[in-house]
């Protein structure tokens, strides 16, 4: 063959090879700005320019289906290691199709969330943990109304939490432990759609009374512990609800908890380090799927109810209160 049809082969196979990829010109354009934002970490050397971007061989890339043309729907960064600081990259806002976004374990992920995240009008899931991103959460965010799901667990965010979180039309779940939030729980978080189930705000610095307004939330797992809180947190309880898991612990919470009707679907409860008086809720021994049980270091007093899941619990869930008595502690004193 002569030079000039070996390069004809050659084009025509290279043609061939660019119809037949399904990543989408720009995504894999907007990608490859992506790994050059984060320096290049050897971690996403799979990120080949002549390789197709849905051929799920690209790390943490995932393409939608033929009727969603193949746009990137899925960037998972999880545990790709930096040697230096970079901030999320600003490219990823020039992902439109994007509906997942998971930024995790990448301690060298510095600075604010970059605003071209609002760009991402289709984004469902927005998880940013175990980074070092800092400041509060941005006012931006508010207006992706197709938001779900947020999970900023482990960062070094700062600041009140957002009033404007529960004016997002879709979100059904918020975690935001381990940070540093500080100030009080906002009145406005008692107005979270029908259907918002998952309120996690554990190890910030939250002060204050919860308002009253959340309790008319129905919870499926509220994390409040290692907080600052005080005052009454009884209204998160109710017969009615669906909680199965309720952690209020290490904060400053005082009310009666005798008194509060207990969710059929409860499997964790921990109530331990605050000021609860009163007895144990006898509607504990009915409860098919308890699995975990603490209210060590409380003021409670009375007899431990018996029965049901009861036998499974050790002497330390009931440890440090004010009088509780019966099996696992000791027998309660005759009057
Ligand atoms: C990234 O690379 C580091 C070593 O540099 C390795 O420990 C880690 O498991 C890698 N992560 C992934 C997601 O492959
Ligand atoms: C958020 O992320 C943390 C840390 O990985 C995890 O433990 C928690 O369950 C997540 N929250 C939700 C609601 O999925």
Request: some cysteine; glycine content about 6%.
């Amino acid at each position: 063959m002569s030079h000039s049809s070996i390069l004809l082969v050659v084009l025509v196979l290279s043609f061939s090879a660019a119809l037949s990829e399904l990543c989408n010109p720009q995504d894999k354009q907007t990608l490859l700005q992506i790994k050059k934002e984060l320096g290049n970490p050897s971690n996403l050397s799979s990120w080949i320019p002549h390789t197709d971007c849905c051929n799920n061989n690209w790390e943490g890339v995932t393409c939608g289906s033929e009727t969603e043309s193949y746009r990137v729907y899925e960037l998972d960064f999880s545990d790709v290691y930096l040697p230096k600081p970079h901030p999320i990259p600003p490219s990823i806002g020039n992902l439109p199709y994007l509906k997942t976004l998971y930024i995790n374990m990448m301690p060298n992920i510095v600075d604010t969330i970059p605003s071209t995240i609002a760009k991402l009008t289709n984004l469902r899931h927005l998880s940013i943990k175990y980074t070092s991103i800092s400041g509060q959460i941005p006012l931006f965010l508010s207006q992706m109304k197709t938001l779900e799901s947020i999970n900023f667990s482990n960062n070094k965010l700062s600041g009140k939490l957002p009033a404007w979180l529960p004016s997002l039309p879709n979100i059904y779940s918020i975690s935001l432990d381990s940070n540093r939030f500080s100030g009080a729980i906002p009145y406005s978080f008692g107005s979270f759609r029908e259907g918002f189930a998952l309120l996690s705000l554990s190890d910030n610095r939250l002060t204050g009374k919860i308002p009253a307004t959340l309790g008319k939330l129905d919870l499926k797992l509220v994390d409040l512990s290692k907080n600052m809180l005080e005052g009454d947190a009884s209204l998160l309880f109710g017969s009615a609800k669906h909680s199965d898991t309720i952690r209020l612990a290490n904060n400053m919470f005082a009310f009666d908890l005798g008194k509060v009707g207990l969710s059929k679907n409860l499997m964790i409860l921990d109530v331990s380090h605050n000021r609860l008086y009163g007895m144990l809720p006898k509607g504990l021994t009915s409860l098919k799927d308890l699995l975990s049980l603490d209210v060590s270091y409380n003021n409670l007093c009375g007899e431990i109810p018996q029965g049901g899941k009861m036998k499974g619990f050790y002497d330390s869930a009931y440890a440090h209160n004010k009088c509780l008595c019966g099996s696992p502690l000791p027998s309660c004193k005759p009057f």
